[in-house]
C-alpha cells in the first residue's frame, strides 16, 4: 500500500518559516521524483517545487524561487520543503506527490501518487 503522509503545516505570520515533511512507504522511493503542489481556495492545483531521484535536480515556481527549498532523503524515505519569508498568499493545502521516470514535471497530471495534505495558513 503506498502512502505519503504531510507534517508540519500550520498557522504562522507573514515573514516566518515552516518546514513541510512528507513521509513515504509502498514505493521504491528513490526511483521516484518527488513534488510539492499547493492549492488555495478557489484556486487550481499548482506546482510548487520537485526534486529528482537523488536530490541533483530541483525546480520551482517563480512565485517561491529564492525562498522555498526542497530537499530528500533516501535513507528515510522522506521529502521536506523548507519555507522561508512566507507570504499571504503562500496560504493553501501543501500537498507532496510521486512520480515514476527522472523527470521533474510541473503538471499534477504526471504524478501517480499523493498525499492528503497538510494545511498552511499565513497571516498578514
Known amino acids: 500500500q503506498v502512502q505519503l503522509v504531510e507534517s508540519g503545516g500550520g498557522l504562522v505570520q507573514a515573514g516566518d518559516s515552516l518546514t513541510l515533511s512528507c513521509a513515504v512507504s509502498?514505493?521504491?522511493?528513490?526511483?521516484?521524483?518527488m513534488g510539492w503542489f499547493r492549492q488555495a481556495p478557489g484556486k487550481e492545483r499548482e506546482f510548487v517545487s520537485g526534486?529528482?531521484?537523488?536530490?541533483?535536480?530541483?525546480g520551482y515556481a517563480d512565485s517561491v524561487t529564492g525562498r522555498f527549498t526542497v530537499a530528500r532523503d533516501n535513507a528515510k524515505n522522506m521529502v521536506y520543503l523548507q519555507m522561508n519569508s512566507l507570504k499571504f498568499e503562500d496560504t493553501a493545502v501543501y500537498y507532496c506527490?510521486?512520480?515514476?521516470?527522472?523527470?521533474?514535471?510541473?503538471?499534477?497530471?504526471?504524478?501517480?501518487?499523493w498525499g492528503q495534505g497538510t494545511q498552511v495558513t499565513v497571516s498578514s
Open positions: 506527490a510521486a512520480k515514476t521516470g527522472p523527470t521533474i514535471k510541473v503538471t499534477s497530471s504526471w504524478y501517480d501518487y
Open positions: 509502498g514505493i521504491t522511493f528513490s526511483r521516484h521524483v
Open positions: 526534486i529528482s531521484w537523488n536530490g541533483g535536480k530541483t
